[in-house]
């Protein structure tokens, strides 16, 4: 809650906000909430000026009101979707990753998550002028396998060099960094030009360092992050890719016992970083390993995937489709 | 917390990732499965492994190798071996190191020397028994570091600290901030790390019972994990499999282990 | 004994006094005749889905004649991933398939534009990106009411966002969260006569156990009390479930989602 400054009014001195202080209105919210008569005796300014400093704090604070119509005409210019070269999960995803929200992209250990999130990354700014910001929570990031994936697809040494320009990378080892970042990229002290996307590789890495904390910091910090990632996503015109995991556990049935039947095992997969953060991604990728009799066009080192798209802000049902994640990339 | 952050586009970082080598493993097989001939600096490398599988033979055969001296393409570097369950053994090492010096010193046609003692100097040996011995002195790990031209750490094993004393929620929490400030300390000064955990056994799940421990949270933690195996019949190769890697596919190279360290198998 | 006294400007006292159209008789399949001006509805639910959210806002901004209400909605857009784009195409798939009947081809178009145009003039949209905005703005709501004296309904979605970013070594029960900021809202909407509705995720509630133990529903306005509470679950199949609970009864119903639609069973 933000706390009441000088910076709210002039007439808000050093020596006024001291006395609120001493009689517990610390924040602007408390401010609004007293009583002008009372306040108005208690720093000795007149009603007008402590209505005139409640007018400014509204002005400040409040969010603006628009209406259905500003929204329509607003929106016929504004990109929705970010195109990510892999027709098949553009098409499940509805036109790519959304602009304007939070997208997950979830899976077990070794089920191509970070591959993925390489071939995002080519598709993304190549041939567009986009540029990705990728936060790097764990070293994951190769740019020698990002180069090879733009060869492979066949660009000149210019366009590597130009899509490679245009990749950024931060490493980011606490929450707290990752939060000061956000902050930084909101009140624009740090500048990425023709920002699109950010991916984050990955959240848990961060959230994890929480566990077993008693005082449940963990989950301040989380919920600060997705403010300002709601912010960026809406008024920079980004998404926000977070990748996140599945630990599997296995729940044992109770059944009847029958005669000679061993107890059957259930293998369950549990999406992490907790209930607050299960309702906050718009879509979520879930990527799971398929183990095919056949693997259709793929090398010999490649597997097959299978994304599901889960949408929580339409109507609709489940969709996924196959893809190959092999040395030449995915696709 | 830094104050600017450093934000890097990937030809920078191209640049820096193809200026340095990495350790090699002495197996030219396993050294190329991993994509980038050999552990690379600024990643955490798992070995996974049953016991007598060869986990910390390899790690000494890295804490040799990471001496490898400029002239053959190596680092010319230290290693700092973080002992956490008595695995290592003193004259093991002394033997590796050995034919590791001999093996360079053949090929840059110099002298034999077989005094190692500025050699063995170049190993940095710390046991860290128990898991308030093995906190200490990571958090203490950056200091350490700066004194010396530490190019490799070795945690052997990283599971051990962990058994008992801690709930898994606990263990959870510490060892991701341990891994960041890690991590953190090895992507900056150019490390590789390497860790070697141990298996357990969980029923039920349909990739199989026996797994590396710490949960499948750890599982998603290093950038490479390797799982070593022996052979069951004596005369068969030992395997290496490459189960997860951020730069290369999946694979797996045989290797035996010799006198002088690990070697390929002919 | 202390007698407060409330100042209020003649536009207040205008709007106290006339007549605000409500939206009693909207949607019966969830709210039979209600819900009654200055009513509070809470929809929670585990799925994740907003898609009845969804479809609820979309019948709200039909024309009457198709089903809507007559005033103008007011919506809070916290973490709820609300998607305007998502909406209008909604409604203007509702609209096409109640216009379509008995209007030639080459008009439909220009039909729905309209009566989209319509529908959207009756959407207020907010959006709060952190935990002063929001207590500020709700704070600012009887300003906002005053002026935009049509807004009948205020949505919430969600009305639990900043929780965790306001909490530090003393911890508010998520409970006692939600009646507070209850209460807030509702001493403006009381007297604005304006019905709200808020959603939170299944998770966020003090009592672990079982829907039962949740606190019942109350019959007439009471601060920091609800009036409706639904529940929605997806109960396999494509179907989804709703339970809704008032003071009198709990009325179960099920829909399957289907080309886009929610069709009740």
Request: contains cysteine; glycine residues 6%; charged residues 20%.
């Amino acid at each position: 809650m933000q706390k009441l400054t000088s910076l709210d009014h002039t007439l808000l001195t050093k020596s006024v906000i001291k006395t609120l202080a001493y009689n517990n209105i610390t924040t602007v919210f408390e401010f609004l909430q007293q009583d002008a008569e009372k306040l108005s005796t208690l720093t000795k300014l007149n009603l007008c000026q402590i209505l005139d400093i409640r007018n400014n704090i509204f002005t400040k604070y409040s969010a603006p009101l628009v209406d259905g119509l500003f929204l329509l005409s607003k929106s016929a210019t504004k990109k929705r979707y970010i195109d990510i070269g892999i027709e098949s999960l553009n098409v499940v995803l509805g036109g790519g990753i959304p602009v304007g929200y939070i997208t997950e992209l979830c899976g077990l250990a070794g089920s191509g998550k970070t591959q993925l999130g390489f071939q995002l990354v080519v598709n993304c700014v190549r041939e567009t002028e986009n540029t990705i910001l990728f936060i790097d929570t764990k070293g994951d990031f190769d740019a020698v396998r990002i180069q090879k994936i733009l060869d492979n697809l066949g660009c000149s040494h210019q366009e590597m060099a130009r899509a490679l320009f245009k990749i950024k990378i931060v490493q980011i080892w606490t929450m707290e960094e990752l939060i000061e970042l956000f902050k930084k990229l909101k009140n624009k002290s740090v500048n990425i030009e023709n920002l699109a996307m950010i991916i984050i590789d990955s959240l848990p890495c961060l959230m994890f360092q929480h566990f077993g904390d008693d005082n449940k910091i963990g989950l301040t910090y989380m919920n600060i992050f997705v403010n300002y990632c709601r912010y960026l996503c809406k008024n920079h015109d980004i998404g926000v890719l977070c990748i996140n995991i599945q630990t599997r556990w296995v729940e044992q049935d109770i059944t009847d016992y029958i005669d000679g039947k061993d107890q059957t095992y259930v293998e369950k997969q549990n999406r992490c970083l907790g209930k607050y953060w299960q309702h906050i991604p718009a879509v979520i990728i879930l990527i799971e390993r398929l183990k095919l009799d056949k693997p259709i066009n793929v090398r010999n080192d490649g597997f097959h995937v299978k994304a599901t798209v889960v949408r929580s802000n339409e109507i609709k049902l489940e969709q996924h489709c196959i893809l190959t994640v092999d040395s030449l990339g995915v696709r | 917390m830094s104050p600017e952050f450093k934000i890097f586009n990937a030809t920078e970082l191209w640049q820096k990732e193809t200026s340095l080598p990495s350790i090699p493993t002495f197996s030219q097989k396993l050294d190329y499965i991993l994509g980038s001939d050999g552990i690379p600096l600024g990643s955490l490398t798992e070995l996974l492994g049953l016991p007598g599988t060869g986990k910390t033979q390899m790690c000494l055969q890295l804490c040799a190798a990471v001496q490898i001296p400029k002239a053959l393409g190596g680092l010319n570097a230290e290693a700092l071996f973080i002992d956490t369950n008595t695995n290592f053994v003193l004259d093991r090492f002394k033997e590796i190191l050995s034919a590791c010096l001999l093996k360079c010193q053949k090929l840059l046609n110099l002298p034999i020397n077989a005094n190692n003692e500025e050699a063995l100097k170049k190993l940095h040996y710390v046991n860290a028994f128990g898991l308030e011995k093995f906190c200490a002195l990571m958090h203490q790990l950056p200091k350490l570091i700066e004194e010396n031209n530490i190019r490799l750490i070795v945690i052997d094993s990283i599971a051990f600290p962990f058994k008992e004393g801690i709930s898994a929620k606990q263990r959870t929490g510490l060892l991701f901030r341990q891994m960041a400030e890690l991590q953190r300390l090895a992507v900056e000064k150019q490390i590789a790390v390497v860790l070697t955990n141990e298996m357990s056994t969980r029923l039920g799940l349909s990739s199989g019972t026996v797994v590396g421990s710490l949960g499948d949270a750890w599982a998603h933690r290093c950038n490479i994990r390797l799982l070593l195996s022996a052979p069951d019949d004596p005369c068969g190769d030992r395997l290496a499999l490459l189960l997860k890697s951020n730069i290369a596919p999946e694979a797996v190279a045989p290797f035996k282990i010799t006198k002088e360290g690990i070697r390929d198998v002919n | 004994m202390a007698i407060n006294f409330k100042l209020e400007t003649g536009i207040q006292l205008l709007t106290r006094l006339l007549k605000k159209p409500g939206i009693e008789n909207f949607y019966p399949m969830l709210f039979e005749k209600g819900p009654k001006q200055g009513d509070i509805i809470e929809l929670f639910s585990n799925a994740g889905n907003s898609c009845l959210l969804l479809d609820i806002i979309c019948e709200l901004l039909l024309p009457v004649e198709l089903g809507g209400v007559e005033g103008s909605i007011l919506i809070f857009n916290t973490d709820g991933n609300l998607d305007f784009m998502i909406i209008v195409e909604s409604l203007k798939k509702k609209l096409l398939t109640s216009i379509k009947k008995g209007v030639c081809e080459s008009k439909i178009d220009y039909y729905v534009d309209n009566a989209l145009q319509v529908a959207l003039k009756k959407m207020f949209f907010v959006e709060i990106f952190d935990a002063t905005q929001f207590s500020i703005t709700i704070q600012n709501l009887e300003s906002v009411l005053s002026k935009h004296s049509s807004i009948s309904l205020v949505i919430f979605d969600t009305l639990t966002a900043f929780y965790w970013s306001e909490q530090s070594y003393k911890i508010t029960k998520m409970d006692l969260y939600i009646k507070n900021l209850l209460r807030i809202i509702q001493k403006v909407t009381k007297d604005y006569k304006v019905t709200v509705l808020y959603t939170r995720p299944e998770y966020f509630s003090s009592t672990k156990e079982v829907i039962e133990n949740l606190e019942p529903c109350f019959e007439f306005q009471t601060l920091e009390q609800l009036n409706y509470r639904i529940h929605m679950m997806y109960a396999g199949d494509a179907t989804y479930e709703v339970v809704v609970r008032t003071h009198e009864k709990q009325i179960k119903r099920h829909f399957i989602v289907c080309d886009g639609f929610i069709t009740w069973l």
